[in-house]
């Protein structure tokens, strides 16, 4: 890389701590209107507002939270940081917010440190284009739209955690490196951060690589301290086998994660390529972010888009291996990007994604730091062309970033903005965005997004339920129980459609099938406080009060900060003359 002219310290106006701060300040602007936004009926619900796991710090709830594999990971960090939110702020989702939003700031301020001591490896230690490159990397690296899922997606608190203690582990690994005379303790606090990050996201899994890229550039330890990087490293892949095993076996628990025989491992390899495509396209081209990129089961695997994404990375590969010893910035950022996004590639496919904005977080830091030195080189001798690009950049990325939030705004916003700018339609954002509608007491249009997703998938059973939930809105009973009998049918462990047909056979007046339904609601899903609760209504209706208080105990037990429940145990409590 060429090196920029090394000038005196002391020409510097601003501490740098101050300079650090500035891409912080940009990034607070563009995420002003995070302040307006709720919860969204995707995981926000499951993972938050209804998980009373988080809801206590009692000794079962910090049994689940350390043993558990909720979500399909194994976070414990995450959960922590949750459960600290719900006793902060109760259910507000201003405060989960603000907090994702305060671990973004903290990661963009970790952007600058670690772009700064990076550059200044390769550069030297007074380069003149060392500040501007740094600044610009934070700044972009903060407010583009590619990172708002992450950071306006209250349950995506994993991502914005596990980058903060991933930066700091590798800045600490930079400090460590950089001077053979630092001490070992440099290293353990690396690992150390190493694992937290682990605790909050899987995806950690690719810090020993990424230590490996520092190495490789700009420290240049693998040319002259090879034995050494590597066997350094042998701790670190310790608890990355143990973490990648954990995750395959928590997805295929829980069910996310479809198989070869649904999809093929020739299907897996060549989305994975499509996927690395998409991503650096977004980067440069950011319009069109979904919620959610769909897997196309059946779609040909040797498509002309996925055989371009392959020409595509094959010859980025070729290209920055051929101009390895001239260019080592071009390798070492490329392999950088390749390797902390290879376990959301999905050869080990983890969930219903082709590609998600939030596996970008970090992967593309390495892209942003080479696009950013370029300019801040190429227009050394132009500083007021560097301020213009850089401006210009930061207002339109800021401009974007602003109107992504407002997309996150709430669960209609979320999924009508889904099915409108996915190339690929998705029964999944058309079962979202119906039970939003229904949320919002608009069952006319809940009925016509479970239609318009059953016309893509008639056997996914979310939307055989939500059209049944809607058509008992609109007072047919007896076409929502066909709803829901079909939902049971097409997937017999499915809890929910149980606990809503014993509603549909209370109002219809068949109380022991309201029960005998409840009952298998409950079997399925033992810590359901609705299915205790609709148990405890179908009691009531036949007259046996003492079991319906049973019920509605169990109820307030599993859901203590429900009125309804509260009241539906308090009228049986005063129907058995107890005070």
Known sequence: MPQPPQVPEKRKFFPLWAVALLPAVATLLAYLPLGQNG?????????????????????????????????????????????????????????????????????????????????????????????????????????????????????????????????????????????????????????????????????????????????????????????????????????????????????????????????????????????????????????????????????????????????????????VWRNRKQRPYWLAAWAYYLLTLAPALGIVQVGAHAAADRYTYLTTFSLILLFSACLALGCRKNRSLFILVALGLSIFLGALTWRQVEVWKDSISLWENAVRVSPDPSEIAFSNLGLAYREAGRPREALAAFDQGLALDPGMADLHYGKGLALSDEGDLEGAVREYQQAIALDPTYAPPHANLCVAYQRLGKYDEAVAEALEAIRLDPHSAQAYNNLGVSYGYKGQIGEAQKAF???????????????????????????
Request: net charge neutral.
């Open 39 to 319: 919860f969204v009926n995707w995981d926000d619900v499951d993972d938050i507002v209804h998980n009373g796991h988080i809801h206590d710090f009692g000794p079962a709830s910090l049994k689940w939270i350390f043993t558990s594999a909720g979500a399909g990971y194994w976070i414990p960090l995450t959960w922590l940081s949750l459960d600290l939110d719900y006793h902060l702020g109760g259910l507000n989702p201003q405060i989960y917010h603000w907090d994702n939003l305060f671990l973004h700031l903290v990661n963009v301020t970790l952007v600058f440190w670690l772009a700064y001591r990076i550059l200044q490896r390769a550069w030297g230690p007074a380069a003149e284009s060392l500040e501007p490159a740094a600044l610009l990397a934070a700044v972009l690296f903060g407010i583009h739209p590619f990172h708002v899922e992450s950071v306006a997606w209250a349950t995506e608190r994993k991502d914005v955690l596990y980058g903060a203690f991933y930066l700091a582990g590798l800045l600490a690994y930079l400090g460590y490196a950089s001077d053979p005379q630092k001490p070992k303790r440099k290293l353990a606090y690396c690992f150390l951060f190493y694992l937290l990050s682990l605790m909050s996201k899987p995806m950690a899994v690719s810090f020993p690589f990424a230590l490996l890229v520092l190495d490789y550039w700009p420290l240049k330890r693998l040319a002259y301290r090879t034995k050494t990087a590597f066997l350094e490293k042998i701790p670190f892949f310790i608890p990355l086998l143990v973490t990648a095993a954990l995750a395959v076996f928590s997805q295929e628990k829980t069910g996310a994660a479809p198989d070869l025989k649904i999809l093929p491992i020739d299907s897996r390899v060549m989305n994975a390529f499509h996927s690395l495509a998409f991503y650096v396209q977004k980067s440069v081209l950011p319009f069109g972010f979904s919620a959610i990129y769909p897997i196309v089961l059946k779609s040909n695997p040797f498509s002309v888009r996925n055989l371009v994404s392959l020409a595509l990375v094959v010859g980025a590969c070729a290209v």
């Open 553 to 579: 105990q169990e109820a307030v037990a599993l859901e203590p900060d429900s009125p309804m429940y509260q009241g539906n145990l308090a009228a049986a409590t005063s129907m058995l003359k107890k005070p």
